[in-house]
Structure formats: structure tokens, C-alpha cells
């Protein structure tokens, strides 16, 4: 296994990443000092793909709120994200009505986030949300894919969608819905995120359920969280009524370790992941929230999972929980696979932090023990 030195402390391990080039202790003992080594690296990842740096934030031109990036454009500049533009001094690019996406369907039961308690998966919320007591078999999801994202996760694995990202959105809402036939239980919008497309979903979403008025359709999101609050409240209010859920990534719970890894700070994550569970109370069954965490060797410990698993007890014991096995991907394929004995001490410590509904999923990822 390659042994890479971290650039601040010196210290090696095989669970450095070399794109990084710094350490966990570092990050969270000194991130003042590796933050420009952080932030060259992001630079790096996004240039492969002409995306702007950082969040633009003119003094001057439109701002797009949809997300936390807030970005202010400059003239002939682009949002975060690589959507939205200013030309004329006006925001141009994807809308509510046309959106940079792609879709496909997958058979039920499937590979979602949610499966093992979503109506899908198990048939929890029999009849009036699934069309069996058991796994949706005959039906399918119709996967959505929204070409863009308001973070910069160096693990992402799906970051093919950033040669994307920049075409033109022409997909309308009427298009998408269109794609709903009679074997349609459910939506996911994902991605990339849906956060930045987030208008374009939600229109999808009612125009669907009133194709399918009296009929069960579920309408799920998995995001990382980071859109507008007023967005999240309609979205929520869709799934909820509909059956579905609203799945959130909580890729860390340290904010410099969130910056370090996603180049964007997880305060409006954590606060909206506040703001849904609310909602959990008003519908029990079927799940409504669930959250998941990527289990990054090297980065993501067990100190991560149990302030994030104590965080989600605080709120609401019984929101399901998933610990996700790390492929490697993207700006960090040089670290290996979650190890088996990284995995089980993370679910323990989550189980310990008073969660009722916590399971490993990828697990046929897992690595050997020689990897903490």
C-alpha cells in the first residue's frame, strides 16, 4: 500500500490522500495553516472541468439563492455549480422550466439510499404508499440525474457529471414528466445534486402527481441539504404527502473537515437536516428522512460518525441511518476501500449514540483490517 506524507505534520500513512497531501489531525488541529493547501487542491479539481474556483461574490450583478453558495455573478461569469451565468447583467442558464438532466428506470426493489425501509424496498406504508406489502417487484423508479452540484466532494462518485455541467439546460418539466408511465411508483432526483435544479424538480414533481392523481407515486430526493430553506419546505411538504422520502448525505460533521473534503461549509446541511426532522413526527411510516455517511478511510473516523450519529438521535432516534463502504473515486482514488474493522467500529458508535435503524451498506466494498 502506497504511504504518502502529509505536507503540514510530516506524518505518513496509507490513509493520506496525495491529492489532498494533508492529514485529519491537521485538518481539525490546524486548519488554518493547510487551508490554502486545501483550497489549491479544489482549484485543481474544478479546473479539469472549467468550473469557476469558488462561489463568485460580486459587489455587483444577479445572485442565485437557491443553494448556500449565494453566488453573485461579475459580468460574463459562472455560478458555482456552472448553471447559471450573467449576460446582460441578468441570470440566464437553468430555470424552473428547463433543466441540465438526465434519467433512467430501474426496477424495484433497487440500489436506493433508502431501500432497506423506504415502501420500494419493503413495502412499509402498505396500501396507501405501496403497491405491495412486500418489495415493489413490477414496478420501477424512475431515477433522475441533475447534471450539476453545489459542492466539490474530491471522493465524489459520480463525478463524470462535471464534464456536463456546463451544457446548455433544455430539458422542460413537462419533458420529464412525460417520462412517467403506468409502472412509475416513484422519483429520485439525484445526482451530481438536485439542490442547484432544485425549482426544476419540485415543478416535475406536482405535474407528475397530478398525471398520476389517485395513483401511488413517491417523490424522493437525495441530496447533500444545502439548498434554500423555503426550497427544502416545499420539496419536503411533496414527499412527505407522496409517500416518499428525503435522503441527506452528512459527509462530515467537523465543518473544516466538511470544508477540507466538499470545499463548501455544512452549516446549512446540518441546519435543514434540523429543520426536516420536524417533519418525521407528522408521518412515522414510511420513513420520511434518512440520512447516510461515506466512510472516506483516513478522513471520516469514528469521531465523525458519533457526533453526527449523537446529532441525529438529538432529533429523532428512529431516522434511519447508513454507514456507506468508500470505493475510490475521483481526486482520491489513491485511498483504499473502507475496512471491514473501520466499518463495524463506526456502527457500533452510531448504535451507542442512541439510533434505532443503523446498517453498513456497500459492504461488498469492504477491505481488510489492515485499514483503520
Known sequence: ??????????RESGVISQALGVCLDCIRG???????????????ARSLFNLPPHPPKSEVGPQCCICVNECRLPPNSRSFCGLRYNEGNKLKGATADKANVSWYYDP?????????VCPGGTGAGYPDFAYRAGPEYGYKNLAVFYQACSFDCLFCQNWHY???????????????????????????YFGGDPTPQLPHSIRVARLALQKKRGRILRICWETNGSMHPALLRQAAEISLNSGGCIKFDLKAWNEEVHIALCGVSNKRTLGNFQLLAEY??????????????LLVPGYIDKQEVS?????????????????????????????????????????AVAKARGLKKVRLGNIHLLGGDTVA
Request: aromatic share 6%; with cysteine.
Open 280 to 293: 418525521t413526527k407528522k408521518r412515522p411510516s414510511p420513513p420520511f428522512l434518512v440520512a447516510s455517511t
Open 30 to 44: 490546524d486548519f488554518a495553516a493547510v487551508l490554502p493547501s486545501i483550497e489549491e487542491t479544489h482549484k485543481k
Open 108 to 116: 424495484l426493489p433497487t440500489n436506493c439510499v433508502a431501500d432497506w
Open 162 to 188: 462535471r464534464s456536463q455541467a456546463l451544457k446548455e439546460a433544455t430539458v422542460t418539466a413537462s419533458m420529464l414528466t412525460d417520462a412517467v408511465d403506468g409502472q412509475t411508483s416513484c422519483i429520485c
Open 307 to 347: 457526533q453526527i450519529a449523537q446529532f441525529i438521535s438529538s432529533l429523532n432516534p428512529d431516522i434511519p441511518y447508513s454507514l456507506l463502504a468508500f470505493a475510490p473515486q475521483f481526486m482520491m482514488r489513491d485511498l483504499p476501500t473502507t475496512s471491514r474493522r473501520h466499518a463495524e467500529e463506526c456502527l
Open 1 to 10: 500500500m502506497l504511504s504518502v506524507r502529509c505536507q503540514h505534520c510530516g
